[in-house]
T-cell receptor
């Protein structure tokens, strides 16, 4: 069965610090990868996604993620965080074939202090 | 544009009582629909999904059931709630079945007392 691990459960950063959130998945086949974000009081929304092609994908609000197939990883990065990035971040994976059923990680709560 | 609604937003129910949570989608037809439960520290767990009216697939054995009486309506139910049913329930939809982005509703916070 597929699984997703997010090793950082809580992260606290100061504004302008760099961010990297880890995501590792377990699945033997080809996958589609996603990062979702949930800002306080808002719906869960898509931050970025990887289906194929360039393993470095760029999303909204200056976020990017790199797919490293050999490491089964899809880490999220941002060079300089802002207070408005305070949110909970979820990594998710689905097989590239068949019906799409997302498997989510446990999430990382990011707090950015001004 | 597409919109997804969930109600109620919050619900407090005693153990043993029935449950009915509703999700409706506007602005699209024949969506794939999903119910997730989000528990603290456990991420989102897929409970049910549906590819069409009357077609329900269950992901995990549990005290809950789902139904899809109309194309854009998805209902989560229970005959008798357990304490362990407490959590945050999210409905989501997608237009396709191959790697499409899922769009999530605002969620229902259920507390079973």
């Amino acid at each position: 069965a597929q699984s997703v691990s997010q090793h950082n459960h809580h992260v606290i950063l100061s504004e302008a610090a760099s961010l990297e959130l880890g995501c590792n998945y377990s699945y033997g086949g080809t996958v589609n990868l996603f990062w979702y974000v949930q800002y306080p009081g808002q719906h869960l929304q898509l931050l970025l996604k990887y289906f194929s092609g360039d393993p470095l994908v760029k999303g909204i609000k200056g976020f990017e993620a790199e797919f490293i197939k050999s490491k089964f990883s899809f880490n999220l990065r941002k060079p300089s965080v802002q207070w408005s990035d305070t949110a909970e971040y979820f990594c998710a994976v689905t097989p590239n074939t068949g019906f799409q059923k997302l498997v989510f990680g446990t999430g990382t709560r990011l707090l950015v202090s001004p | 544009s597409q919109t997804i609604h969930q109600w109620p937003a919050t619900l407090v129910q005693p153990v043993g009582s029935p449950l009915s949570l509703e999700c409706t989608v506007e602005g699209t037809s024949n969506p794939n629909l999903y119910w997730y439960r989000q528990a603290a520290g456990r991420g989102l767990q897929l409970l049910f999904y549906s590819v069409g009216i009357g077609q329900i697939s269950s992901e995990v054995p549990q005290n809950l059931s789902a139904s899809r009486p109309q194309d854009r309506q998805f209902i989560l139910s229970s005959k008798k709630l357990l304490l362990s049913d407490s959590g945050f329930y999210l409905c989501a939809w997608t237009a396709g079945d191959r790697g499409e982005e899922q769009y999530f509703g605002p969620g229902t916070r259920l507390t079973v007392t």
